[in-house]
């Protein structure tokens, strides 16, 4: 079994994570487009899996629209959050606590497999991505979502724009955005060199807005 820390910096637990709780939740859009996109390539009913999920925003968007869908997170303040928004949203979400990079699901459990927003606070990022090619079955896709490297401050200052935030919050996203979340992001080169160092062997980057998708398949 994994012992190391599983992220970088400090964990999201108690109000850090009820602060990214309120601060997110204040539009829910970005998680309804991501959502939209994951459906076009995603089989209808099929069994997703979403790593890090947070409070579950994107993970109830999809059991809407009747996927299949289980969460795995570190942090037990975003299992207990979660939990709370999915009985309140009325849909059904199965959520668990526990390491991406040492996940206690079976060997091709999922069809699909999303990651938003987290994948560059993973202490173990290739662990993590081993651990989704086996959990994902053959013909199964995965889909990492985060920020770039190379995001200016035009690229975050749009990206918080877009969240609808008080001025002072507003402030404090973006001052955590450039002192702490672009320096952990990873470069095109670093995310095809995990990739192909991965079980994966390979990737596919696609750049958007601020942030990122990278796509994988297990042949």
């Known amino acids: 079994m994994t012992t190391a820390k599983a992220y970088k910096g400090?964990?999201?637990?108690?109000?850090?994570?009820?602060?990214?709780?309120k601060n997110t939740g204040?539009?829910?859009?970005?998680?309804?487009?991501?959502?939209r996109l994951v459906a076009e390539r995603a089989r209808p009913a099929s069994e997703l899996l979403e790593v890090a999920?947070?409070?579950?925003?994107?993970?109830?968007?999809?059991?809407?629209?009747?996927?299949?869908?289980?969460?795995?997170?570190i942090s037990e303040s975003f299992v207990k959050i979660a939990r709370k928004n999915v009985a309140a949203a009325g849909v059904a979400v199965d959520v668990r606590h526990g390491n991406a990079s040492d996940m206690v699901f079976p060997s091709a459990a999922f069809d699909y497999i999303v990651c938003m927003a987290a994948f560059k606070n993973f202490s173990d990022p290739i662990g993590a991505l081993n651990e989704m090619h086996r959990v994902l079955r053959p013909g199964g896709e995965a889909s990492i979502l985060d920020l770039r490297k190379?995001?200016?401050?035009?690229?975050?200052?749009?990206?918080?724009?877009?969240?609808?935030?008080?001025?002072?919050?507003?402030?404090?996203?973006?001052?955590?955005?450039?002192?702490?979340?672009?320096?952990?992001?990873?470069?095109r080169e670093q995310l095809k060199q995990m990739a192909t160092q991965s079980r994966f062997g390979r990737c596919e980057i696609i750049p958007s807005g601020v942030g990122f998708e990278l796509r994988l398949t297990k042949p």
């Open 10 to 21: 400090l964990g999201m637990e108690g109000a850090i994570a009820r602060w990214y709780t």
């Open 26 to 35: 204040q539009d829910l859009s970005r998680f309804q487009e991501a959502a």
């Open 53 to 73: 999920p947070g409070p579950g925003y994107f993970a109830i968007e999809m059991a809407k629209r009747g996927y299949r869908v289980t969460t795995l997170d």
């Open 150 to 187: 190379d995001a200016n401050r035009e690229d975050i200052d749009n990206e918080v724009r877009k969240m609808r935030l008080s001025a002072l919050e507003a402030l404090i996203t973006r001052w955590i955005f450039r002192f702490f979340l672009v320096k952990r992001a990873y470069t």
